[in-house]
C-alpha cells in the first residue's frame, strides 16, 4: 500500500454460523463444515427459501450487553459489538487518555436493521404508533455499530460507516487502512455486520430469485463454482479487525497477525445486479499495484463466489483475465460455501480467513464442489483443506449497484 504509515492487523474477532470465537470459525472451516441449516429464529416454512447460515448459541450477556441494551439493538448491532469486543481485547490495545483520540472506528452493513423496521411495522399495525420503542431509529441506522462500540471502549478517532451492499466489509477495511496509512489514526477497528436472514430479508431475495432453494439438503445449498449451484445462501455475523500503524504496534509490542499491504476499489457502471468481469478485474489489478506486487505473488484468493450461476462465472473470468497462466497456478476457494453469504459482513469475515491462511500457511476449502462448472476450470481447492507455503493472499467483494473491492494481505514476515 502506497502510504506514510504501514498497516498491520493486530486483532480480530468474529461471530459467525461456523463459530463464535477465531479459533471455533477456523477450525470448522478446516474441516468442511457448513453453518448452513433450516431457520430457527422463525418459522420459514411458509417461504421458498427455508434455511440460512444463522448465528448459533450466541449470548449477549457474556459481551456486557444487559436485556435492556438488546432490546435497543438490532441483532447487526449486537454482533457487531460481540465481535469488536472480541478483536479489541485479542489486539491487547489499552485505551489512555493520551491515545484514544487516535483510534477510530468504522464498521459498515449491507442493509442494517432490516429485522427491526418489520418487526416495528407490526407494532404500528397491531398495536398503533404510540408503541413504537423510541430506540426505533438507533436501533437500525448502519453507523450505530461503529458508535457503540467507540462508547463502550472510549474511542475519539474516526467514527465512520459504510454501506456498498455486498462489498461492505472490504471497503470498511480497506478505508479503514487508508486512515491509518495517510496519519489520520494510529489505531482502527474496522470491518462489518450483518442480520440478513430475518423474514423480510427472505422474502426480498427470493422476489429476485438470488437464493437457493434446496430445502432439503441445506449443508449442500452453498456450492460455489458447481453445476447445480442454483442461488446464494443468507448468513449472519459480523467480523472485526484492529488495524494499526506499524510503528504503534512495535512500540507496545502488539502480535502482528498480517500486513495489509493493498486495497482495490472498481465499479462496474453496467447494472444494477448483474456483475461485469471487468469491474472486478480492475479491483484486482489496483490492489496488486497498491501492494507493489506482480501477479505472480499472489498464492491465494478467497473469492466473493456467493454460489449463483453468473456470478462464480463472472468472477473466474476475471482472476483469468489479471492474472493469465498464474490463474492456474494459484489457488482459489470459496468459504461462503460453509458460511454462507454475510452481506455486509461477508468481506470481512473472508478478510479475516485471509489473513488465517497467511498464518497457518493453511487453506480453506470450497466444499460442495462435485461437478465442477466447466466454465469455472481453476484450483477452488475442493473439499479438503490444503497446507501451502503462501507470502501473499488476496480477498475479493462485489456488491449490488456494481462496486467492487480487493485487499491485498502479506505475511508478517514478509
Known amino acids: 500500500m502506497h502510504q506514510k504509515h504501514r498497516v498491520a492487523v493486530t486483532g480480530m474477532g468474529v461471530i459467525s454460523p461456523v463459530g463464535n470465537t477465531i479459533d471455533t470459525a477456523w477450525q470448522n472451516l478446516l474441516a468442511g463444515r457448513s453453518g448452513i441449516a433450516r431457520i430457527r429464529a422463525y418459522d420459514p416454512s411458509p417461504y421458498q427459501t427455508q434455511f440460512a447460515g ?3 448459541d450466541f449470548s449477549p450477556e457474556a459481551y456486557g450487553l444487559t436485556s435492556k441494551d438488546t432490546r435497543h439493538m438490532d441483532l447487526f448491532i449486537q454482533y457487531g459489538v460481540a465481535a469488536a469486543q472480541q478483536a479489541f481485547q485479542d489486539s491487547g490495545l489499552v485505551v489512555t487518555e493520551e491515545n484514544a483520540a487516535r483510534i477510530g472506528v468504522l464498521i459498515g452493513s449491507g442493509i442494517g436493521g432490516l429485522s427491526t423496521i418489520d418487526t416495528t411495522r407490526d407494532v404500528i399495525h397491531n398495536q398503533g404508533t404510540r408503541r413504537v420503542s423510541p430506540y426505533f431509529i438507533p436501533s437500525v441506522l448502519i453507523n450505530m455499530v461503529a458508535g457503540h462500540v467507540a462508547i463502550r471502549h472510549g474511542l475519539k478517532g474516526p467514527n465512520l460507516a459504510v454501506s456498498t ?9 480497506g478505508l479503514a487502512a487508508r486512515l491509518i496509512a495517510s496519519g489520520d489514526a494510529d489505531v482502527m477497528l474496522a470491518g462489518g455486520a450483518e442480520y440478513g436472514s430475518s423474514a423480510m430479508s427472505v422474502i426480498g431475495f427470493n422476489a429476485a430469485r438470488a437464493l437457493s432453494t434446496r430445502n ?3 449443508e449442500l445449498a452453498s456450492r460455489p463454482f458447481d453445476r447445480e449451484r442454483d442461488g446464494f445462501v443468507i448468513g449472519d455475523g459480523s467480523a472485526i479487525m484492529v488495524l494499526e500503524s506499524e510503528a504503534s504496534a512495535r512500540k507496545r509490542g502488539a502480535r502482528i497477525y498480517a500486513y495489509l499491504s493493498g486495497f482495490g476499489m472498481s465499479g462496474d457502471a453496467y447494472h444494477v445486479t448483474q456483475p461485469s468481469a471487468e469491474g472486478p478485474a480492475q479491483a484486482m489489478r489496483t490492489a496488486l499495484a497498491d501492494a507493489q506486487l506482480t501477479p505472480e505473488d499472489i498464492g491465494y484468493i478467497n473469492a466473493h463466489a456467493t454460489s449463483t450461476n453468473v456470478g462464480d462465472i463472472n468472477e473466474t473470468a476475471a482472476i483469468k483475465q489479471v492474472f493469465k ?14 458460511t454462507g453469504h454475510l452481506l455486509g459482513a461477508a468481506g470481512a469475515i473472508e478478510a479475516v480467513f485471509t489473513v488465517l491462511s497467511l498464518c ?13 462448472d466447466p466454465l469455472c476450470d481453476l484450483d477452488y481447492v475442493p473439499n479438503v483443506a490444503r497446507q501451502q507455503p503462501l507470502t501473499a493472499c488476496l480477498s475479493n467483494s462485489f456488491g449490488f449497484g456494481g462496486t ?3 485487499l491485498i494481505f502479506t505475511r508478517a514476515d514478509s
Open 325 to 338: 497462466e498464474h490463474a492456474h497456478r494459484l489457488a482459489v476457494s470459496a468459504t461462503k460455501s460453509m
Open 165 to 173: 451492499a455486498c462489498t461492505t466489509g472490504t471497503h470498511a477495511i
Open 360 to 372: 497457518h500457511q493453511t487453506i480453506p476449502p470450497t466444499i460442495n464442489l462435485e461437478n465442477p
Open 404 to 406: 467492487n473491492g480487493s
Open 54 to 56: 444463522e448465528v448459533r
Open 216 to 218: 432439503d439438503a441445506p
